[in-house]
């Protein structure tokens, strides 16, 4: 979530980052928000400064025996008080106002990334390896599982619709090869921490990875008020959420290997065939807190 004073003296860098995201512009609203709920800040501290000042001047009246001035007094710190509730809910009602017109700001992109409208301005930067080249039309994955009797779409389908899929044999076995491969790479040879972490989080879990609110309908959420995790980035990165870390520490190197699960609201009738854009799939995640200035080439 953005930093209301860099907003503020930044207006113009967030609206045209947004909009080279697609986005509307967002500081004038912003802006105006945050300038109520500041005004209405600096009418508290005044009122409880003034209060402050009167409470001492009580004292002194009472202390020289001027009772009559001393009630008077206790009647001006009275009408305070009673001013004080109406201005803290105001306050209450900005601040939420303003917090949940910043949780609906995205990120904005550096400045070295292309700018596009979709995925066909996408901009290659590099290959590794060489593409392998074929004397005959390669087969689908899916083609190949469903095949071999290793990828079961109509089983999955009975048990839980559309967007699954049951693995079976060598293609079972190859997933859970390819995690170990992948975490004991991670682990031994990067100085990542392996974590086993919940998969079922709470709502303020999910608000600090940015999947709420925007994209809640994207999630799926049990009866219990816990969201199943659309990736384990989800309960990583919040294991340090409210926390100050010893620079020293840095950077934390975080992986883990979990189910994730993902609603793909937005997806209907893309890559719908085969193991893409499933419900339920098995990911190896990686995760590095680091300062600010070195996140970029922690990345």
Not at 66 to 90: F, G, H, T, W, Y
Not at 136 to 156: T, V, W
Not at 251 to 271: H, S, V, Y
Request: net charge negative.
């Amino acid at each position: 979530m953005f930093d209301p004073k860099w907003i503020r003296d930044h207006p113009d860098l967030l609206d045209k980052g947004l909009a080279r995201r697609g986005a509307a512009a967002a500081s004038a609203n912003l802006l105006a928000i945050d300038e109520k709920r500041r005004a209405v800040i600096a009418k508290l501290q005044a009122l409880q400064e003034k209060r402050n000042a009167v409470s001492k001047e009580i004292g002194e009246a009472k202390k020289n025996k001027d009772e009559a001035r001393a009630s008077a007094l206790m009647a001006e710190v009275a009408a305070i008080k009673n001013d004080v509730p109406a201005l803290e809910e105001q306050q209450r009602e900005f601040d939420k106002e303003f917090e949940d017109a910043l949780a609906q700001i995205p990120n904005i992109p550096f400045d070295d990334v292309p700018d596009g409208n979709d995925e066909k301005d996408n901009v290659e930067r590099h290959r590794a390896g060489e593409q392998p080249k074929f004397d005959f039309k390669p087969k689908l994955h899916f083609e190949i599982g469903e095949a071999l009797g290793l990828m079961d779409f109509e089983a999955a389908a009975k048990l839980s619709g559309a967007r699954f899929v049951v693995l079976k044999g060598a293609i079972a076995r190859m997933e859970r090869a390819i995690s170990q491969l992948f975490l004991d790479t991670h682990t031994g040879e990067h100085g990542y921490t392996e974590i086993n972490p919940p998969i079922l989080v709470r709502d303020e879990v999910m608000f600090g990875t940015a999947q709420l609110p925007k994209f809640a309908e994207d999630q799926f959420r049990t009866t219990g008020d816990f969201w199943m995790i659309p990736t384990a980035e989800v309960p990583l990165t919040n294991l340090v959420r409210e926390s100050i870390l010893e620079e020293s520490a840095l950077p934390m190197r975080l992986t883990a290997c979990t189910p994730c699960f993902r609603a793909e609201a937005g997806a209907a009738g893309k890559d719908t065939r085969g193991m893409i854009r499933q419900h339920q799939f098995i990911k190896v995640e990686l995760v590095s807190v680091t300062t600010p200035e070195q996140s970029n080439a922690e990345h």
